[in-house]
């Protein structure tokens, strides 16, 4: 073996990159001394592209293919080293490795509340989170904008930035776009595509793209979402004053199940007073505000005075007050066996079964004087 051909293996031919990690954006060909071998052979796979940077200089961008490393293959290379196309020896450059297809599934969402004005609900708080994806369009700017000389970039050294980003054009479309809180769902795929616009100018300085945005929920915050339900239940109920007296009926069912005689007692003044308040809310507000002076209660209407009717001798006389039976039980007209009858009195009664006429026989006025 001659010299030249020690030399000649003394440095390696073939170049290439594989990778299983699915989240490396960039891998450098480590060499010794980063020692190339003129003709050499460079293999780019597709969702690759390889960047030659020599002596700290960007100089060739070679995309998915087989290539040999010679002068008339590299132009840029040629003009920095005027190579001799005779001399075949070893060149120090290095070998970024780009990877330039998808890298899914990433997530993102907003750390603190977004403050919007709502034109429902006034100014609100809302929260969001998704996925995306990111794709090296520009190695060369890639790397010379984010990668530097990092042997091996990974998407989590980006990712952080990139959300920082989408977290900031997300907040803009939103409070800008004017949609209704309650609208936002049915509007997600509108709002994703305004935001990766959005986004696009500023990732492209970085030689990266976004080519898929996806929002997957927008939610208000727990306190809010709790006021919504309770609004959304009160529109089921329909009419409030049948679901009041219903709901008083179910806690006096559900106290009497409960604590029996006593729970059914407690359930029922509950579910009254519940309907009652529900029923009449503006008056108890204003009775709560300013107390006002009770009115005097109005006298019980006079009681009914009855009528009699008398039977005697199969004919019926009447009606006679009070006053003239007590007059004829005096003069002895009306006896204890004599048969009477008023309105509303279950048929024909003697005198002594009537408690109210039983008492005109038992208060008799004292004998007269000097008798």
Do not use: C
């Not at 020690?6 to 990778?19: A, K, P, R, S, Y």
């Not at 060499?31 to 100089?59: C, M, N, P, S, W």
């Amino acid at each position: 073996m001659g010299i030249l051909d020690f030399l000649t293996g003394e440095f390696i031919d073939v170049i290439h990159w594989t990778d299983d990690t699915r989240d490396t954006m960039v891998w450098r060909f480590e060499r010794e001394d980063h020692e190339i071998k003129y003709g050499a052979k460079l293999t780019v796979r597709e969702g690759q592209a390889a960047v030659f940077v020599h002596e700290g200089q960007l100089a060739d961008v070679f995309t998915p293919g087989l290539y040999m490393l010679e002068t008339n293959n590299m132009p840029i290379m040629t003009t920095l080293n005027h190579w001799d196309h005779g001399f075949k020896s070893p060149f120090k450059s290095e070998i970024y490795y780009v990877n330039t297809t998808r890298f899914t599934d990433l997530k993102w969402g907003t750390k603190n509340p977004i403050m919007l004005r709502d034109p429902e609900f006034g100014p609100t708080r809302i929260r969001a989170f998704g996925t995306y994806t990111v794709k090296v369009t520009d190695p060369a700017k890639f790397l010379t904008e984010i990668v530097g000389t990092d042997g091996e970039f990974t998407m989590d050294e980006i990712s952080f930035q990139v959300r920082n980003i989408i977290v900031q054009e997300f907040s803009r479309v939103i409070a800008a776009s004017g949609i209704p809180v309650l609208d936002m769902a049915a509007n997600t795929r509108d709002l994703g595509k305004l935001i990766a616009g959005a986004i696009a100018e500023t990732v492209a300085q970085y030689g990266i793209t976004i080519p898929e945005f996806y929002i997957e929920n927008i939610s208000l915050p727990p306190a809010v979402e709790a006021a919504l339900d309770t609004r959304t239940s009160r529109g089921l109920t329909g009419d409030l004053d049948a679901h009041m007296k219903y709901a008083a009926a179910e806690a006096l069912r559900k106290g009497g199940e409960a604590s029996g005689a006593m729970g059914a007692g407690m359930g029922a003044g509950m579910g009254m007073a519940m309907a009652q308040q529900m029923a009449n809310p503006w008056a108890q507000a204003g009775a709560q505000q300013a107390p006002v002076a009770a009115a005097p209660a109005a006298p019980p209407p006079p009681p009914v005075e009855h009528v009699w009717h008398v039977a005697e001798g199969g004919k019926t006389k009447g009606p006679f007050s009070k006053a003239t039976m007590g007059q004829m039980a005096a003069d002895g007209s009306l006896t204890r066996e004599t048969h009477v009858w008023t309105q509303g009195q279950d048929g024909w009664k003697t005198a002594d079964e009537v408690a109210e006429l039983a008492q005109l026989f038992t208060v008799m006025p004292p004998p007269p004087p000097g008798a």
